[in-house]
DNA sequence: ATATTATGTAAGTAATCGCTTACAAAAGTA
DNA sequence: TACTTTTGTAAGCGATTACTTACATAATAT
């Protein structure tokens, strides 16, 4: 196999994790099936990352910083709060149909015995998430144009509810999912729990 | 070890098995560590159950039988349909926290590529809860209670979506949970989605 | 041109895993 | 009572796992 500098070889080896996370599961990621998939020694993978969890925190990682950095954009931007939530919403199933691997990633590992940065770089994901839904209904709140007796809290829980039971349709359809419709759709449901 | 009848085992080793879930995680459950958990020997445990499969498939369809058997009878009920809503509600979430090895089997399971048999018994669970909710919501629409323009298909979704957005704060958290207002609370959010 | 670093590899390591085997003896049946 | 079935066990099996080691050589630095 041709030489490449690092920082290629650890793109593709995260790129095939995420492959084989979605075509057999997270249980099923072995570092001998990993460096197969990509075509490449066994050993190589440890010239690049030093275990195995290494891979995992770093696509991780990746996530807060594209996922979560795109979601902060929207929820500050000057749009109204209601554009704002849907968007966020938007860009938050889009995401998560678009990188499937991810996805499953993602909620694989949030009900496992992780350790401690692992657990908490992805406690930070979901955090992150619903404090970015609460802040934009605050504002909507803020502004008068929400019902000022909504409750936050648990909005921002039924809110964080979405993805993830879209995440188990997706994985019992088998992958079959028609957005265009998704998000408007559930807005709906949202803008009438807020409105006055 | 004393003797006891298969049927006692099965019960004692399917107790083990979730709560080594609940404080391991599903990754770290070994038929070696389970074997210690209860005091036996690892053999034993394929005196009772003939793969460790097994024993996981068994524990499902108690949550099949448990589990929905209860939440079909709250929804087959001829209280109102709201009452019936939250009771459902109500019931899956007790359910869910007081059973945190299942929970979190459920949720660690659903994510994970399984043998046919398996994806099926947990399909049904979640699809089982989903057309509950669904009924309810019919049932309050055709008797002219809520809004006949209601998007069932999305708000038992939206449904669907709690318990597994409470869960993975449960996870988050470690398991604090003050369950006394949940309901209630989210209750009144369905409630304003649905009413007409 | 030489020395050093970075990258790839095949083989190997120690550990763990689910499960079986061979033995033992309690419990049940006729 | 004799035979069969059920239940428990220690040891072992074959497979898999994440990772290391020793070697090789391309790429980079001096």
Redesign the pocket.
Same mark, same amino acid.
């Given at each position: 196999? !041709?030489?490449?500098? /690092?920082d290629v070889?650890q793109e593709q080896i995260k790129s095939a994790v995420l492959d084989i996370i979605y075509t057999d599961g997270l249980k099923? #990621?072995? /570092?001998?099936? #990993?460096?197969e998939r990509i075509?490449?020694? !066994?050993? /190589?993978?440890?010239?690049?990352f030093? /275990?195995?969890?290494?891979i995992v925190l770093s696509i991780i990682k990746d996530v807060q910083t594209d996922f979560i950095g795109n979601l902060r954009k929207i929820a500050n931007s000057s749009s109204s709060p209601s554009e704002r939530l849907e968007r966020l919403l938007c860009a938050t199933v889009t995401y998560l149909t678009e990188n499937r691997g991810i996805t499953m990633l993602l909620f694989s590992e949030a009900t496992q015995k992780n350790d401690r940065e692992l657990k908490e770089n992805l406690q930070n994901i979901f955090n992150n998430q619903k404090s970015l839904a609460s802040k934009i209904v605050l504002d909507g709140i803020a502004l008068g144009i929400w019902d000022e007796s909504t409750d936050v809290e648990q909005v921002a829980m039924l809110y964080m509810g979405i993805p993830v039971a879209l995440n188990i349709e997706l994985v019992f359809a088998g992958g079959v999912f028609h957005r265009e419709n998704f998000c408007s759709r559930m807005m709906i449901l949202l803008l009438k729990i807020l409105e006055r």
């Amino acid at each position: 196999m !041709e030489r490449q500098k /690092t920082d290629v070889r650890q793109e593709q080896i995260k790129s095939a994790v995420l492959d084989i996370i979605y075509t057999d599961g997270l249980k099923n #990621l072995s /570092t001998r099936k #990993l460096a197969e998939r990509i075509g490449m020694s !066994e050993g /190589t993978i440890f010239r690049h990352f030093k /275990t195995k969890q290494d891979i995992v925190l770093s696509i991780i990682k990746d996530v807060q910083t594209d996922f979560i950095g795109n979601l902060r954009k929207i929820a500050n931007s000057s749009s109204s709060p209601s554009e704002r939530l849907e968007r966020l919403l938007c860009a938050t199933v889009t995401y998560l149909t678009e990188n499937r691997g991810i996805t499953m990633l993602l909620f694989s590992e949030a009900t496992q015995k992780n350790d401690r940065e692992l657990k908490e770089n992805l406690q930070n994901i979901f955090n992150n998430q619903k404090s970015l839904a609460s802040k934009i209904v605050l504002d909507g709140i803020a502004l008068g144009i929400w019902d000022e007796s909504t409750d936050v809290e648990q909005v921002a829980m039924l809110y964080m509810g979405i993805p993830v039971a879209l995440n188990i349709e997706l994985v019992f359809a088998g992958g079959v999912f028609h957005r265009e419709n998704f998000c408007s759709r559930m807005m709906i449901l949202l803008l009438k729990i807020l409105e006055r």
